[in-house]
Every structure is written in C-alpha cells, then in structure tokens.
C-alpha cells in the first residue's frame, strides 16, 4: 500500500476530490496547525529547500501544493528576480494565500492559481524549478504527477520536493510514532473540526514512497540527478531531481 490508495475520508470519490475537500475544511486553520504540529520547524525546512533552489538561479518557479503561499513568499523573498505561480487544488487555501501574498507586497511576483497538477493547465517549459513542500503525498497518481512536473520544467530545470517522512532511528521512533498517531489526530480534531484531516496526515507519512523509493519514482518519470537529503533525525526529507537537458 502506498499514500495513493490512503484517502482522506475513506469514500468511493477520487483522492483528489477527497483532498481537495479536506484542505477546504481545514484552510482557516492551516497554519496554525502546522506552526504548533511542527514545533515551528517547518520553517527551517523550508529554509534549507529554499537555499537549494537560489543556487539555480531561476526566472520562473511553479509550486505546486502551494497551499497558503508559505513556501512560494519565502522563495519570493530569497529570490528576488524570481516570478512565482502558485497552484493548489484548494481554493480556500488559495484565497488565504492571495491575501497573505498581498499583505506582504508580493502580489507582482507571486501568482496564485487553483490548478490540479494531474490536469495542469500550465504549459510545456515553463518553468526554471518546480516546489512541492509537503504535497506529494496527497497526489492521487504519483508517478503522473511527476510525468508532468518533468513536462512543465524546461530542459535543465530542477524539481525539489520537501516532505514528511518516518525516522529510522530506533531511539526516535517510538516517541514519534506516539506523536503522530495519538497527539496529532487529536490537536487536529479540536483546532480544525475535521475529524479525518489529522487522521489521515501520519498515515499518508508512514504509506508515501521514501528515500531510494521516491527517488525511483523519480526516475521512472524522466528524472535524472536525482538524491534525498533527511532533516530532523528523518522526519522531513528534501529530495532533488533535474530534468535532463
């Protein structure tokens, strides 16, 4: 079993039209979620995939799963000659975000759009690099998605995913495991209301392809350079694959 066969609420719909509802609901309350669930944390993820991208130098970065523009305003700030699209299935998340990009006078570099990477309407080449931070989980097809992330990036261009992962250490794992499956749902079910959103998370963690297996899926999809790089004692990985020229 992979996050592909995990859906959100467990109903005969599509996963995207599952996640697509779940970010929906929980939209309000998203980034007050993630600050408390990650101890804050998620910023230096974010950070460190940031610093990744600015060595490329790049023009126009699509990131995909953009949610509230966390990730696509911290490139912006980075990378100052850049151009960002943002593109998210959630229009509740993507309205929070339009608002959180004009609050911080970005809205002339950062465009944000709702777009399901399965059926982009994005064009052919179009982009230097290509984001994911904490989505590829909830995509429906992995290997698709990645089939067309490689379509949307020119030839050279890079794509870096950022993710939520499992630890490997014996010491850490136990009290992870306690904190994922026990706490989380909890916290989740009193903040947001959803009673299945922070269910679902730790199990699409512990079901997504990681380390050598993602990057394989990488691979299948045309990608080449392809490495993983694990942060926080394994519980967020940062993998980075190039579009070959």
């Known amino acids: 079993m992979t996050a592909e066969d995990i859906n959100p609420y467990n109903d005969k719909r599509t996963k995207t039209d599952q996640v697509r509802e779940m970010f929906d609901n929980i939209a309000p309350a998203y980034d007050r979620l993630n ?74 570099r950062i465009t944000m759009m709702v777009d399901d990477v399965l059926d982009s309407q994005l064009p052919a080449g179009c982009a230097d690099v290509v984001t994911v931070a904490f989505g590829v989980r909830n995509f429906e097809h992995l290997l698709d998605a990645y089939v067309r992330i490689h379509d949307i990036l ?26 994922t499956r026990q706490i989380i749902p909890l916290m989740g079910r009193k903040i947001s209301k959803d009673n299945r959103a922070y269910s679902y998370l730790p199990e699409s963690i512990a079901a997504v392809q990681q380390g050598d297996e993602m990057l394989g899926v990488m691979r299948s999809a045309g990608f080449t350079h392809t490495l993983f790089r694990r942060l926080t004692f394994g519980v967020c990985t940062i993998y980075i694959a190039k579009r070959p020229e």
């Open 35 to 108: 600050r408390t669930m990650s101890f804050g944390l998620d910023r230096s993820w974010r950070r460190k995939a940031v610093n990744t991208v600015t060595l490329e130098k790049p023009r126009h970065i699509v990131d995909i799963a953009t949610g509230t523009g966390d990730f696509a305003i911290s490139l912006a700030r980075h990378i100052p000659d850049a151009k960002i699209t943002g593109v998210d299935l959630s229009e509740n998340m993507v309205e929070i975000g339009r608002r959180k990009v004009a609050d911080a006078g970005l809205a002339d």
């Open 154 to 179: 020119r030839p050279g261009g890079m794509l870096c995913v950022i993710e939520l992962s499992t630890p490997t250490s014996r010491l850490v794992k136990p009290f992870y495991n306690l904190y």
